[in-house]
């Protein structure tokens, strides 16, 4: 007995099995397609796919599936979903006495491919036919690529030879001759699917260039302005800050977008590029005389327009980060310049406020002076009154000896005033602190 299964372990575990090549016969004929398929039109894909299966009188998929083959009659049928594009294939036995006149492809009904849903991005042809005993002579190519110049090598350890010429012929199929060696069925299989997937990860990965050809003039307008901004930041000192800071905002704006819409296509790239690389590799080629491998022209071909996209991402993503730098610089200039701004003012303030220091000290002087004339005023009347009553006062000397004794008075009394306030901010400072 187990523990529980994981939730995914049979998913998981499928995963390895799935998409698996199917037997080939020598002579047989395959016909592939790659599309692009909306989002809002994957549902639209099984219920095509349904249609076929009812015209042959089988089941068709059921809903959910990712991946479906058939029989269908003498056809067989494939039918697998990826992540933004989905293939058909069909196989069937035997050769066409035209070379890609009766097509795998030929065999189903009468537009039935016109409708599948989706853009094409791959349509090919595959034949796979028993070697010669010589090697193919050169009219034997011509007419199965009507002329064009081929590429080609032994795969398999030597199995079978491989020939396409990679261009899309006036049906709108690629054309793939694969001559058997010594093949079992189920490499006959491999190697045909292989084929198909180089095709479909070449174009997938090169879906990147018009995006790389479209973003690269405004990377080099974008360098051009920043270095520009740059060279303003560096010479002149007494510039607009504010107003440079707003333009490198905008820039790193309009860099920040190119980067989101054009990122993954470029890792796109990237990925199915290892794929075509990957692919390749495990056909196991091997060179044959005056003919270019497909490794070759792949590498020759292919490769320097994947080297096309790589720059320009990687020059996206360096002229952001020079953007992100040198509006750090500009605005640690702007921080300091208000920090300079921001002293000056407090240093302004200051000043102000030692001013109303000294206007205040000088109308306590005078206020001191008005209380104490005051209150003098109101003791000589006091002392008149006194006099008038039969007290023996003189009248003069009473007020003159109360005035510094008024003074006295009056200055204790505001200094007392100005403790008690003081002590009332010292409170008060130190309850915000706590």
Same mark, same amino acid.
């Given at each position: ?325 040198? @509006?750090? $610089? ?5 921080? =300091? *310049? +208000? #920090?300079?701004?921001?002293? /000056? !003012? ?65 200055? @204790?009394? $505001? ?5 008690? =306030? *003081? +002590? #009332?901010?010292?409170?008060? /400072? !130190?309850?915000?602190?706590?």
């Amino acid at each position: 007995m187990l523990p529980p299964d994981h939730p995914g372990r049979l998913a998981l575990s499928n995963e390895v099995h799935a998409r698996a090549p199917q037997p080939l016969d020598t002579p047989s004929r395959a016909s592939y397609l790659a599309v692009l398929v909306d989002v809002d039109a994957r549902a639209d894909e099984l219920a095509h796919i349904a249609t076929l299966c009812v015209h042959h009188g089988v089941n068709g998929p059921p809903e959910g599936v990712s991946q479906f083959s058939a029989m269908l009659g003498a056809m067989s049928f494939t039918w697998e979903r990826h992540g933004e594009f989905s293939t058909y294939a069909v196989f069937v036995n035997g050769r066409s006495q035209v070379p890609h006149q009766e097509t795998a492809a030929s065999r189903l009904p009468q537009g039935w491919l016109t409708a599948v849903p989706g853009t094409t991005l791959v349509a090919a042809h595959a034949t796979l036919i028993p070697a010669p005993e010589e090697p193919p002579s050169a009219e034997l190519l011509s007419d199965q690529f009507d002329g064009n110049i081929v590429v080609g090598s032994t795969v398999g350890d030597g199995a079978a030879i491989v020939y396409s010429d990679f261009r899309v012929h006036a049906d709108g199929f690629v054309r793939f001759v694969v001559f058997d060696a010594a093949l079992t069925p189920s490499q006959g299989g491999r190697i045909v699917q292989r084929l198909f997937e180089i095709e479909t990860y070449r174009m997938l990965a090169l879906l990147a260039l018009p995006t790389a050809r479209k973003q690269l003039p405004r990377i080099v307008e974008n360098e051009s302005a920043l270095a520009a901004l740059t060279e303003r930041i560096a010479q002149d000192q007494h510039s607009d800050d504010e107003s440079l800071l707003q333009q490198l905002t905008l820039l790193a704006a309009e860099v920040e977008s190119a980067l989101a819409s054009s990122q993954f296509r470029f890792g796109a790239c990237r990925a199915y590029f290892e794929l075509v690389n990957s692919r390749i590799g495990e056909l196991r080629e091997r060179r044959l005389q005056g003919v270019q491998t497909l490794g070759e022209f792949m590498s020759r071909r292919f490769t320097p327009a994947v080297a096309t996209c790589n720059t320009v991402s990687q020059r996206l993503h360096d002229l952001s980060e020079r953007v992100a730098q040198t @509006s750090a $610089l500009l605005s640690t200039r702007v921080d =300091i *310049a +208000r #920090e300079r701004q921001n002293q /000056a !003012l407090l240093a302004s303030m200051d000043r102000r406020a030692k001013l109303q220091l000294r206007l205040q000290q000088t109308v306590e002087g005078l206020s001191v002076a008005a209380i104490v004339y005051y209150v003098a005023g109101v003791a000589g009347y006091v002392a008149r009154g006194l006099e008038s009553g039969g007290l023996p006062i003189n009248v003069d000397l009473a007020v003159g000896l109360a005035i510094p004794v008024i003074a006295l008075v009056v200055l @204790s009394t $505001l200094r007392r005033a100005k403790r008690r =306030i *003081a +002590r #009332e901010e010292a409170d008060h /400072a !130190l309850s915000r602190k706590t």
